[in-house]
């Protein structure tokens, strides 16, 4: 049975992305042309989850960054990060965002080309407000969800509302049993099928992340990744991965595209650094690097 839902899933390769190029833009673009991120996340503890993030979203070729953050902590990911604003929020007495903060990205809800919530974050709370305040504005970026924030997801209610189709999520199989209400051992016994249902159930993109990763969209479509290696599974690589993604995102790419593009890039990112300092041992902070390389397929 498992051979046949992975025979149901297109291949992710060069091949098949040659055959659907990114959008590219115009000799004459700007940066404004290639988009705006808005990464909102982090935490205390969690402060450099942001940083990872932005960095790989203007590796994979967004035109500007902007981060929202804990208070705390957006000082020294300014500093870090010159390339990007970055945004001190409200935060709680456990070091999370505050969910009254979301009130003041009004301004930045409404320009940015694509949202990426949740990376730092162990509360939830501020990712709902957040996502309330953007469907009240009517907002139309594309939407990545990663970490807490994808505890907004109800199977419960079915679907993820009328910008569902805009969302990406990318849990892997602990976060993925949380949201589905099951047992992990469920989700890695059958990863392709649960991708699929769950895809279509909640009316969004689904990236399940794993050794082998399947990305579903609400129609059916199922794609597979088999590349990169074990090295991948290290503190950040989520982060890094959910920032491609949201970059592609911001330059143009459809939702589906952008999430099979992303997790390819990332996977290949990890095979580069394998070759290069050895298959265990690279840090999820070099993984972006390789990217703007291997964009050009």
């Not at 957006?74 to 965002?97: H, K």
Request: charged share 20%.
């Amino acid at each position: 049975m498992a051979r046949r839902r992975r025979a149901n899933a297109k291949l992710i390769d060069a091949a098949l992305l040659r055959r659907w190029p990114l959008p590219k833009p115009g000799p004459d673009a700007d940066k404004q042309a290639r988009g705006d991120v808005l990464v909102v996340g982090g935490s205390a503890e969690i402060p450099g989850a942001v940083l990872l993030a932005a960095i790989a979203a203007l590796r994979a070729g967004a035109g500007r960054v902007q981060v929202a953050t804990v208070c705390s902590a957006a000082p020294q990911i300014a500093v870090a990060l010159p390339e990007a604003r970055v945004i001190g929020l409200a935060q709680t007495r456990d070091g999370e965002i505050s969910a009254s903060a979301s009130r003041t990205l009004t301004a930045e809800l409404d320009a940015c080309r694509a949202l990426l919530l949740g990376p730092g974050m162990r509360d939830e709370r501020a990712a709902r407000a957040l996502l309330r305040l953007f469907a009240a504005r009517g907002g139309e970026a594309q939407i990545v969800l990663d970490a807490a924030a994808l505890r907004v997801l109800d199977p419960g209610k079915l679907r993820a509302g009328s910008a569902g189709s805009h969302i990406i999520a990318t849990p892997h199989a602990g976060e993925m049993a949380c949201i589905w209400g099951c047992e992990r051992d469920e989700v890695e016994a059958a990863p392709a099928q649960l991708a699929r249902e769950a895809a279509a159930a909640l009316g969004l993109m689904l990236v399940l992340k794993g050794a082998e990763t399947f990305i579903a969209a609400p129609d059916g479509q199922l794609f597979h990744n088999v590349a990169g290696n074990q090295g991948l599974a290290t503190a950040g690589s989520g982060d890094t991965l959910a920032g491609v993604i949201a970059g592609l995102a911001a330059r143009g790419a459809e939702p589906l595209q952008a999430a099979v593009w992303g997790v390819w890039l990332h996977a290949k990112a990890g095979e580069a650094l394998a070759r290069k300092v050895g298959p265990l041992g690279y840090l999820a902070r070099e993984l972006a690097a390789e990217v703007p390389r291997l964009m050009k397929l």
